[in-house]
């Protein structure tokens, strides 16, 4: 039987059955004693063996089927559950995870998994692992890599011809942020000295960056393992290389062994499937008889390719809006009105379905937090609310690292220990808070700490330090600014550098990938209390509301996430403070920015007595813009400026105007100062 049909259908639902799993694991640690989570999470992890089996994935079938025996011996009550007991299970769930990605990425799924079913085996028998017996070995990928005939020749050839082989197995630091072009740096070392044959987890996930930290390469070369090492190990923001040269023949033997026995393992999971027929089958008909599913699975590409066809109507509406304007036929007009009303049902259509929960990234962080925790010897409590608050999938794509950073600075900086929180009168247990909720055309993440706060005086000190700010410009800052320097490049408050955090990078690329979405990232503290990081993002990226403005011949759009309002404002109410125009908005003192001349437009001989002011906010700042004239409100289709325009100033973008004319959208985080 062909199986290769069901093969998105099983990695599907395998990686809901691994969440569900990692979520009641969670779950378990909080109340070891609640049987109906095991008997959750073991029905996942029974699915998940029947599925893998049926399928032909006999390691993954096998390393299941041993976690269900620990599982069963806890629900038996023979097993007392542990942190250490569920460290071992946590790491049974990599494996199968890293398995799951494996087949995705079309691979065959097997894995070295020996040394974490030895350790289920020694859990089954009654064993209580510490946390001395953990493995030495800090690498999560395979211990060594399999070959196939093709690449065995290929190796052996190279043998003939005086190459050496060598396993490579990388680690980058927990806090690199572009893990792809570290992955890139590194192929580019090795392929000056030599070529690299096979890489676990597979090229295309290292590039789409579907890896932890670590991943093994198999190299050949007439280099020595030292220049190899020095190599990687120049590679900034790798953490750990081992560097093991291959024995090609004795390998080759090893894996033979190795093919017999899994050819008994699956001959054995046949059997099993057999005896279990009957059960499968009377669950094949319930399913059979239950109601249809109202869902269907469609690839984001297909999603891509209709948000581009609708952009181009979107453009194609503009133009039709304003030749019927300029037309003024009764029924022309009546035509492109209703066909307006209906383009603009078709787009909330079309954007709602490129919605994704912000669940689909907060699901990662329970785990990452757990580890964290053990890891410092902290106890905290991760809070999600509002998981199921809906995002644009391109914004998605690009928010899981900030918060990575927030929440690995709120568990390191913010939450204390726990003998220092009972002197300070709080619970040993720190509590985060992850919340996200809409408001507006906006989607506004929270990450909240009770810990430690952020401290002033330190802040202060380690930004004059820096020459960040000056000793005159002290006293004139508010707390809230004070606070605002932690985005500084470079800047950090950590006494000492960790794996977690004082490298003084971080919040000022968490800052600058947020404003790259077109959002903004605030920060409030109360010593001693904790802090709040807020985070401000657009739904989406693509169609976006702006005001059209015109200076001299050439229109600009400005965002209306942006604005506050606009305002005519008389020449002899601009004011002059510090070398700066200023003007009085609502009893705040707003500074005036002249796009004419940040865009260099060509000023007309004549200089009306008003001005137009559009008034933009970032965070808690404020500037108005001066434009000649406003134009009106419309929505665009933002367009990137490509590779060739990456770094005009106060540029986010260009869009097509209804009468063909290109309109630059401006950049206001970039112009606020």
């Known amino acids: 039987m062909d199986m290769s049909q069901y093969l998105e259908i099983f990695i599907d639902e395998s990686k809901e059955h691994l969440q569900a799993i990692n979520e009641q694991l969670l779950e378990l640690e909080k109340a070891p004693e609640d049987m109906a989570i095991v008997n959750e999470i073991f029905r996942s992890a029974h699915t998940l063996k029947g599925m893998s089996a049926t399928m032909g994935f006999d390691d993954l079938a096998n390393l299941t089927h041993q976690m269900e025996n620990v599982l069963d011996g806890i629900r038996n009550h023979k097993i007392a559950v542990t942190p250490e007991i569920l460290d071992v299970v ?21 894995r070295d998994v020996k040394e974490v079913v030895e350790q289920l085996k020694r859990i089954e028998q009654g064993e209580v692992p510490s946390s001395a017996e953990r493995p030495s070995n800090t690498f999560s990928v395979p211990l060594r890599q399999t070959y196939g005939e093709f690449e065995y020749n290929v190796l052996q050839q190279s043998k003939e011809q005086g190459f050496s082989a060598y396993e ?38 290292l590039e789409e960056e579907q890896f932890d930290q670590e991943f093994l390469l198999t190299v050949v070369t007439k280099q020595s393992a030292e220049q190899l090492y020095e190599r990687l190990m120049k590679v900034s923001e790798v953490e750990e290389v081992e560097v093991v040269p291959l024995d090609i023949d004795r390998r080759k033997e090893t ?46 590409e297909r999603l891509d390719i209709l948000m581009n066809l609708f952009e181009e109507l979107v453009i194609d509406r503009g133009r039709l809006e304003q030749i019927a304007r300029e037309l003024n036929h009764p029924e022309l007009n009546e035509t492109v009105e209703r066909m307006s009303r209906i383009s603009s049902d078709l787009q909330t259509i079309i954007l709602n379905m490129r919605m994704v929960p912000v669940e689909t990234v907060f699901n990662r962080f329970p785990r990452m937090v757990r580890q964290l925790a053990r890891e410092l010897g902290k106890k905290v409590n991760l809070e999600i609310i509002g998981a199921e608050t809906e995002l644009d999938r391109t914004v998605i794509d690009e928010i899981g690292d900030p918060l990575v950073h927030l929440l690995r600075n709120a568990i390191d900086h913010g939450i204390e220990t726990p003998d220092v929180r009972r002197a300070s009168g709080k619970p040993e247990e720190g509590t985060v808070k992850l919340k996200a909720y809409h408001s507006g055309n906006h989607v506004f993440i929270e990450i909240e700490d009770d810990g430690a706060g952020i401290k002033r005086e330190k802040v202060l000190q380690k930004a ?19 606070y605002e320097l932690i985005f500084a490049p470079g800047f950090s408050t950590a006494d000492h550098i960790s794996d977690i955090s004082g490298r003084g990078v971080g919040l000022d690329v968490v800052k600058s990938t947020i404003e790259s979405l077109g959002g903004t990232v605030t920060v409030d503290s109360e010593e001693g209390k904790g802090s709040i990081f807020s985070i401000q993002l657009p739904l989406t990226l693509s169609i976006i509301s702006v005001l059209l403005v015109e200076i001299q011949q050439e229109k600009y759009a400005i965002p209306l996430s942006s604005i506050i309002e606009t305002a005519i404002i008389k020449k002899e109410d601009i004011l002059h403070v510090h070398n700066q125009q200023v003007i009085d908005f609502r009893g705040k003192v707003v500074p005036l920015v002249f796009l004419k001349d940040i865009f260099e437009v060509p000023a007309a001989a004549a200089e009306e007595e008003v001005v137009s002011v559009v008034i933009v906010r970032k965070g808690g700042k404020m500037a108005g813009l001066v434009v000649d004239s406003f134009i009106g409100q419309q929505e665009v289709v933002l367009k990137s400026l490509g590779n060739y325009l990456t770094s005009v100033f106060a540029i986010s973008g260009a869009t097509i105007l209804g009468d063909g004319q290109v309109a630059l959208i401006i950049d206001c985080n970039a112009l606020i100062k």
């Open 90 to 110: 946590f790491q049974a769930v990599d494996h199968l995870e890293a398995m799951i990605m494996a087949i995705a990425a079309g691979g065959d799924g097997k």
């Open 464 to 482: 004059l330090d820096r020459g960040i700010v000056s000793q005159q410009n002290i006293a004139n800052l508010t707390d809230k600014q004070v």
């Open 168 to 205: 490579i197995r990388v680690k980058l630091r927990a806090d690199c942020l572009l893990k792809s072009a570290r992955v890139y740096m590194i192929f580019e070392a090795l392929n000056e000295a030599g070529e690299v044959i096979k890489s676990t987890p597979p090229v295309e996930m």
């Open 255 to 300: 894996d033979g062994a190795g093919e017999e026995h899994e050819t008994a393992l699956r001959q054995q999971a046949a059997a099993v499937q057999e005896e279990k027929g009957k059960t499968t089958e009377k669950n094949v008909a319930a399913r059979q008889s239950a109601p249809p599913n109202k869902t269907i699975r469609v690839n984001i």
